[in-house]
């Protein structure tokens, strides 16, 4: 097989050693625009976990790769004014040129050609080829060539930087953020040989621009950055080595994914590898391992198609299928963490004390979770969760283990909720005339036995024609009161929960069937008629509300008056307003659902004016020590619907207006929405609000371990979590997921003691256990 790798990078060249070394009968060429030493960049980092792949595919150059490798464990922030490291995270960093080298002294040995200084302008100019590899980096000239066989889709992000050299050696991957007039600089450094050191300074665009670094020449962004950064600097100078590139340097990420990898010339196979398939912000470095991890990946199903001819379209489709998966996933993760970056200054730098700062940064690409740091760092996290333990009120001891982020107190005026656990809003569909009965007495009172912070009911309707379906819970009449105070008294009087009330109006959802009879489906007999901003049906052929007149206003604003001042009654904590999911409050706040022309359509404002007027007739009558949330949906998932920006917008409103908390869910809103669901997909809607508009935030959707809680409330993205499904699976989620964790020291209901004790030892036996040894063949 004749095969040409168009570009010699990490991706070309470890391909076409693999190759030659598996079949050394194959003729390997790469070509290469530099001369052998040349080489933009200084130093790239990669994991244990990509060398031990390298180690089984070529040893020779996996040790040389080794022998050269700079080590280090440590992470240390330099923010306001404090120096704080951990330690246990592993990285190893090797020189760019020096790995180019290890790589290309391989390929001469085996006997792959290496051509340099020539600039390849197409895939024509090698006809001969059976496969050629464009490996010819971000901007590849091959892949753009045939732009709509691989359907590349370039990102350009929105912050710039700069990547430079210093002769400062560090002995932790260090991070420096610095605050000028303009916003907040962000250096990330690591040492890769005896020498040298990287250090890429990163920024906003508006701050790129405010200090005019544009016009700047590299040696002028240099002094810049050197006086930037003096003190982690500390007398050293910084330099470039990206002489080729014109003008300022200071660079924009593009982030890219190609819809197709590979492509029939009418000659030759052609194949995208590395950079030129895709890339990986280097907030998480790893486009040399998605790079080495490729060329693996390709030679590997050679080895399984065949060395033939013939075997490539095969082997070809395999391998974009292998690869596609592993590199989506590499990618969501460093997405996460360049926007962590993109955001930082904004979001997290003013707002964060250093030590949450420092753990929001170790967990940006949530694949680092809170028990993942106990592993990596155990004093360190220990120490976090004692200073976290302190800041929520406790006095935890000077040494060991204080209560993780999840099981600390969270106060919320004259409320203190025990742990940041919530049972989130659940309809049961089970009541008659709105009215609670045993099951919701025994459904909700077992799971505030079950050791939750805040138990919340059902959305409770503020009339009877304000229902989803007709088993949905009312509270518009004394009646209705006395089952609230019952459950609030048998929750209060055993366990120390919070109960919540979320109070709600169907709009144009309301009449429908209960949900195992058929959701959102409008009712055979009886519905009754529906309202909602504008007159449009939710499904179509569903019954058309009216659209709200004033005097549809005063009548719901009236009736959440009432059941506001019967909630008092009931003696719940907190009551939480529904401004979600498509009911008639969200309809209001939607742009898809919302099309009216007078004060209530158009702009927020607008659209935020009846269920603001709504939130601030309840807050007038709610109790001043009591909390008040709102949940919004935060994303409708839909084109022409709010997104994320929008939420914080309404978020910061109701905050104006007296809100406590804000319930940061999404969807819901349009049947023609495409919500990404994911571990913690809605979390990141609960960060902004938090963070950006300074409000305390409950995030739910997707959280089902012990875990996801301490990570996103230890990080600052929430302040609560709420747990919907997994409850309905175990109403003692939190009493079981806490001793999952290995805490002993919760409290169990006194009744349930000896449970508690069998049920840690069977979890320390299992743990204990030898595991299954998996069959050494599938036949
Ligand atoms: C600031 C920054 C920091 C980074 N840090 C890390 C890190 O810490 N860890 C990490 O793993 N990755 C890091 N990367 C990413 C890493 O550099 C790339 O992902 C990796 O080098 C991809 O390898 P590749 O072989 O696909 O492409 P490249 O390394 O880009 O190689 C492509 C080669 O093709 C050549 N070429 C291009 N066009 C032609 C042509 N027409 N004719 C001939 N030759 C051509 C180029 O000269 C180049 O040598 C970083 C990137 C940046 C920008
Ligand atoms: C059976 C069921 C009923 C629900 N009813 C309500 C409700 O009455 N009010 C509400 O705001 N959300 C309701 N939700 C949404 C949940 O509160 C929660 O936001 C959602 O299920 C995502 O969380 P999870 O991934 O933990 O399940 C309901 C969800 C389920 C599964």
Known sequence: MRIVCIGGGPAGLYFGLLMKKLHPSHDVAVIERNRPYDTFGWGVVFSDATMENMRVWDPKTAAEIESAFNHWDDIELYFKGRRQRTTGHGFVGIGRRKLLNILQARCEELGVELVFEREVESDLEFPDADLIVACDGVASKVRNRYADAFAPDMLTRPNRYIWLGTKKLYDAFTFDFRKTEHGWFQAHIYKFDETTSTFIVETTEAAYHAHGLGEF???????????????????????????????????????????????????????????????????????????????????????????????????????????????????????????????????????????????????????????????????????????????????????????????????????????????????????????????????????????????????????????????????????????????????????????????????????????????????????????????????????????????????????FIRATRLAIETGVDLIELHCAHGYLLSSFLSPITNLRDDAHGGGHENRARFPLEVFRAMRAVWPDDKPMSVRLSCHDWADGGNTAEDAAIFAAMFKAAGADLIDCSSGQVTTDDHPVYGRMYQTPFSDKIRNEIGVATIAVGAISEADHANSIIAAGRADLCAIARPHLADPAWTLHEAARIGLTDVAWPKQYLSGKSQYETNLARAAAAPQPIAPSSSS
């Open 217 to 559: 020449s590299q040696e002028q962004s240099i002094a810049f950055c050197e006086k930037l950064f003096a003190e982690v600097l500390d007398g050293a100078s910084l330099m470039t080595n990206a002489r080729h590139l014109r003008g300022s340097a200071w660079l924009n990420f593009n982030r890219l994914i190609c819809g197709k990898w590979s492509h029939f010339n009418g000659r030759s196979h052609v194949v995208l590898m590395g950079d030129a398939a895709h890339t990986a912000h280097f907030a998480i470095g790893s486009g040399t391992k998605l790079a080495f991890e490729d060329a693996i990946e390709l030679a590997r199903q050679f080895e399984h198609f065949g060395h033939q001819t013939d075997a490539i379209p095969k082997v070809l489709e395999a391998y974009e299928e292998v690869r596609r998966v592993d590199v989506a996933r590499i990618q969501n993760a460093a997405r996460n963490a360049m926007e962590w970056f993109e955001v930082a200054g904004r979001r997290y730098a003013d707002a964060l004390e250093p030590e949450q700062f420092m753990y929001s940064m170790l967990t940006r690409s949530q694949r680092i979770s809170h028990e993942n740091l106990r592993l990596r760092d155990k004093t360190w996290l220990e120490g976090y969760e004692r200073w976290f333990a302190r800041r929520a009120g406790l006095a935890p001891p000077a040494e060991g283990r204080a209560p993780p982020p999840m099981l600390t107190p969270h106060v919320m005026r004259g409320v203190t909720v025990p742990n940041r656990i919530v049972v989130s809003p659940m309809a049961m569909y089970s009541a008659r005339d709105g009215l609670i009965n045993d099951f919701h007495l025994v459904h909700l009172g077992a799971r505030a036995l079950g050791g939750a912070g805040l138990v919340f009911g059902e959305m409770t309707c503020v009339s009877a024609d304000a229902r989803i379906t007709p088993g949905c819970l009312g509270l518009w009449n004394e009646a209705q009161v006395e089952g609230w105070k019952r459950l609030v008294a048998f929750i209060h009087g055993n366990s120390p929960a919070k109960v919540g009330l979320q109070l709600g109006h169907a709009g144009r959802k309301g009449a429908t069937k209960v949900a195992w009879e058929g959701i959102d489906q409008p009712l055979d007999h009886g519905a009754w008629p529906l309202i909602s901003a504008s007159a449009l049906p939710y499904l179509p052929g569903g019954q058309t509300p009216r659209a709200m007149t004033r005097d549809d206003m005063e009548k719901v604003k009236s009736d």
